[in-house]
């Protein structure tokens, strides 16, 4: 079980990378596209639909509002199997901060100003899965091994 929680959150971490390249292609495809417009009347709206950026801002999404949400639940899940020193409360750390995440990126679309909280957020949640993954990595007690007694017949 140390083990799984170690990859969850690991992985949580991973997706977070993810997530920055998937939303920089996206901005950086669909800016391309405006660039090149001739006619700017639908061009956001046309180029998102396409593959031409569209395509990182749907990845961005449904790592963001499916896969993590998912992996760090399961990741608090697995916390109170694996019987990890603080392990639940920082799985509860990474299930709050990703909430809180989800919330800051819907939100965004109604208040464009939460993208300035929505972006180093995001750097909050590397940080807590690469501390919560090492911390396992760190932790000296072992997984317990099954050892026979001695023999005390002679």
Do not use: C
Not at 32 to 59: C, P, Q
Not at 126 to 139: C, K, N
Request: charged share 10%; proline share 4%.
């Amino acid at each position: 079980m140390k083990k799984a929680y170690r990859v969850l959150a690991r992985l949580i971490a991973a997706l977070v990378v993810v997530q920055a390249a998937a939303i920089a292609y996206g901005a950086f495809a669909i800016d391309k596209v405006v660039n090149n417009a001739k006619d700017h009347g639908n061009t956001i709206a046309d180029a998102s639909s396409k593959l031409d950026g569209g395509a990182g801002y749907g990845v961005h999404a449904l790592v963001g509002m499916l896969a993590i949400p998912l992996i760090a639940i399961v990741l608090f899940v697995v916390a109170f199997m694996a019987h990890i020193p603080d392990g639940v409360k920082w799985a509860g750390f990474i299930l709050l901060d990703v909430v809180v995440q989800v919330v800051l990126g819907v939100a965004a679309h109604s208040l464009a100003a939460l993208g300035w909280l929505h972006g180093p957020n995001a750097l909050v949640l590397f940080a807590l899965a690469i501390y919560t993954g090492r911390r396992v990595a760190a932790d000296p007690v072992s997984e317990p091994v099954a050892t026979s007694a001695p023999s005390t017949a002679r």
